[in-house]
Nanobody, 119 residues
């Protein structure tokens, strides 16, 4: 069974930086796309950034120029470098991966990691 585990969330002052990591564990799967979503209190979950298997990226307009998504295929990891953080970035951040396993495509979610940005 494939599982995603995130780390790196926490409390940071406005203008600061955090780096989120996500590791996929298990066997018998190959990762296609990776991404990060976030959900602020009272809001719907929204896309932050995605990265394809070939390294193509897309970002939400609200974080362009401040966040950078990357991946390490050998380690089965996704990263989100977040700089110039703002209080409105406060949210639970979720790692997402699309994988190919046992002849079918699956979408996986991590448990979420809380990012709190103080003003």
């Amino acid at each position: 069974q494939v599982q995603l585990v995130e780390s790196g969330g926490g409390l940071v002052q406005a203008g600061g930086s955090l780096r989120l990591s996500c590791t996929a564990s298990g066997s018998g799967f190959s990762i296609i796309n990776m991404g990060w979503y976030r959900q602020a209190p009272g809001s719907q979950r929204e896309l932050v950034a995605r990265i394809t298997s070939s390294g193509g990226t897309n970002y939400a307009d609200s974080i362009k120029g401040r966040f950078t998504i990357s991946r390490d295929n050998a380690k089965r990891m996704a990263f989100l470098q977040m700089d110039s953080l703002k209080p409105e970035d406060t949210a639970v951040f979720y790692c997402w991966m699309s994988v190919w396993s046992s002849g079918r495509s699956l979408e996986l979610w991590g448990q979420g990691t809380l990012v709190t940005v103080s003003s």
